[in-house]
């Protein structure tokens, strides 16, 4: 019988024979559970009602006949990056977000951290962050001290990050919320993550990952983004990030998902550069659809 069919009986159980006139319970069920071992007794007396078989392909049976749709390589692409990426020496693996936290504090002021932190790097090197967090952190990086600081001096310490004026802003509505409805915490969940001022999918994936060790979603930056569409591994070229989350997300393995993050936008930093991708000296030069031969 193939492999993709289940015996199914009037009562919806899959796999289990269901006896018309077979009582629950006593000797009653021991046969039931004898004719499950042995469903086709080699006599049956004329006049008893016949075992109901019927057969039936789930929708779970048909997705598994339907082989899911994954980049070609992508495996031998990941091994590649994983191998170029060992030394782990790109400024994300000496600046990001994990990194700029204080590690020593109580687990609600390190989460509120690694959120203002990654409020901070949107649009801004990892260098630029990092040293907005050090200042940030001396002056006291805790939801009150945040609300206690004026706006003019919350600018002097994050600038000059990226639209530091629009983040001073964002991290003071933040941070307001966080205490009145948080009771200083964050939001353990990406739902409430998205509602704050300043913070989009992207982050509040990464949030939840590093913040909470929860893998809610690949955290897909412009970095991953690039990448993604270069190697191919999205099915049809994406124009957004949240676009290729969702199309990433789609077939890859998801204990992969945490990983991917980091790993690629390290790559993105030493390797597979916005502009001039150093695709001669890249592992994947053969087998990537995005690389820049010579003539190309
Ligand atoms: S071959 Fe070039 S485009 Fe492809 S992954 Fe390597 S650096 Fe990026």
């Known amino acids: 019988m193939s ?15 269901n006896v018309v006139g077979c009582k629950e319970g006593g000797t009653s069920k021991d046969k039931c559970d004898a004719e499950e071992e042995n469903p086709l007794p080699k006599h049956r007396s004329k006049g008893k009602r016949k075992v109901h078989v019927e057969y039936e392909q789930t929708a779970d049976e048909d997705a598994e006949k339907k082989p899911k749709w994954e980049p070609i390589s992508w495996d ?27 590690q020593s504090a109580a687990p609600q002021v390190m989460r509120y951290q690694v959120l203002l932190s990654l409020m901070l790097s949107s649009q801004t090197k990892d260098q630029v962050t990092s040293a907005a967090m050090c200042k940030l952190r001396e002056h006291g990086l805790t939801v009150n001290k945040i609300l206690e600081t004026d706006d003019d001096t919350l600018g002097t310490l994050i600038y000059p990050v990226g639209f530091w004026k629009n983040k001073v802003k964002f991290i003071k509505q933040t941070t307001k919320i966080l205490h009145e409805k948080y009771g200083g915490d964050i939001p353990d969940n990406v739902a409430d993550l998205v509602k704050l001022p300043g913070v989009g999918p992207k982050m509040a994936h990464l949030v939840m990952d590093i913040a909470w060790k929860n893998v809610s979603g690949i955290g897909v930056d412009t970095h ?3 990448i993604s569409n270069r190697l191919k591994w999205v099915k049809k070229e994406t124009k957004t990030p949240e676009e290729t989350r969702v199309a990433l997300e789609d077939w890859m393995p ?13 790559f993105g930093q030493q390797m597979c550069l916005p502009v001039s991708p150093q695709c001669s000296e890249c592992l994947n030069k053969a087998i990537c659809p995005g690389a820049k031969r010579k003539g190309k």
């Open 3 to 17: 492999s993709a069919l289940r015996r199914v009986t009037r009562s919806g159980r899959r796999g289990v024979y």
């Open 76 to 102: 031998q692409h990941l091994e590649n990056i994983r191998q170029m990426r060992s030394s782990r020496d790109a400024p994300v693996d000496q600046m990001g977000a994990e990194k700029c936290c204080d």
């Open 224 to 226: 991953v983004h690039r």
């Open 254 to 266: 998801r204990e992969l998902w945490s990983e991917i993050n980091w790993l690629l936008v390290g």
